[in-house]
């Protein structure tokens, strides 16, 4: 549990990234079994985290420098299955939850988000799910595995239904009856406008947690995913709805996933980038 890696998110020393002593666990999940188009999800979580290591560690938006309340990476967590994955992750989640530690899983595909949130899911009341993506996740089956990455917010509404669901553009017809399209926000109808925002956090509970895939970005914003979708989110207004969240609701913790690293890098530092803006939010605001 307190064995760090050989590289820690922000490039921290190793007086500050105590176990003990940090607030902030920063768990990476290289997995990227279910993937059904572009590979590479698996390389995303070292991708961020060398990224980060050339940011800035003042945040100038809220005068904060978040590092400072200790942010430890943990040893990544290596699966040869989804249900091993599953298993592991729900597990290691639910220990840094219960040592007191706010927890970032860094994916890695999107299927490794549902045994993070079922750790939090029992270990919070009042509990709301914010899903930043491109796509609704709510297939049955994909490829004949109920644990695919297209199948994960399937599986989220199996023990928690109140999921919100932004960004939205792509779907299979076939996840009609699982929708609820009263809490989806589709990109087309807020792209252009920031009034849906206020309606969106109107709809959670609480406590909140957040799974972000990176694909909710439009693709001249993020090239660097594996499922690529147009007419998604700029950088200001997923920023803008993360602030408001953490104004207005307890985050209890969230997930990035999806950054299917290339040569170009500045995905890469964009994801880290959104990271560290949450936890100043988190912390600061």
């Not at 017809?173 to 807020?190: G, T, V």
């Amino acid at each position: 549990m307190s064995e760090s890696v050989p590289y820690n998110f922000g490039g921290l020393s190793d007086k500050l990234i105590n176990y003990k002593y940090a607030k902030i666990v920063v768990l990476p999940v290289p997995f990227d079994k279910t993937s059904s188009w572009i590979k590479g999800s698996d390389r995303g979580p070292k991708a961020i985290i060398e990224a980060s290591m050339n940011m800035e560690l003042y945040d100038i938006e809220t005068s904060s420098e978040v590092y400072k309340k200790g942010i430890f990476t943990a040893e990544e967590i290596l699966s040869n299955s989804s249900e091993e994955m599953i298993k592991c992750v729900y597990e290691r989640v639910s220990e840094l939850i219960k040592d007191g530690k706010f927890v970032l899983t860094l994916g890695g595909e999107h299927s490794i988000s549902f045994p993070a949130i079922k750790a939090h899911h029992e270990n919070y009341k009042d509990i709301s799910i914010l899903h930043l993506d491109a796509h609704t996740d709510m297939r049955d089956s994909y490829l004949d595995n109920k644990y695919s990455h297209a199948c994960v917010m399937a599986r989220v509404k199996e023990i928690n239904n109140n999921i919100i669901s932004i960004g939205i553009r792509s779907q299979d017809s076939s996840e009609l009856k699982n929708i609820d399209k009263d809490n989806i926000f589709f990109a087309r109808d807020i792209y252009n406008s920031e009034e849906w925002i206020e309606k969106a956090i109107g709809k959670l509970n609480k406590n909140v947690y957040i799974s972000l895939d990176l694909d909710v970005f439009d693709p001249a914003v993020l090239p660097s995913t594996g499922t690529p979708e147009p007419g998604g989110l700029g950088w200001y207004a997923v920023i803008k709805l993360l602030k408001e969240v953490c104004k207005n609701r307890n985050l209890i913790g969230f997930d990035v996933v999806e950054l299917c690293p290339t040569e170009n890098k500045a995905s890469d530092f964009l994801a880290a980038k959104l990271i560290y803006k949450l936890l100043s939010y988190k912390f600061y605001l």
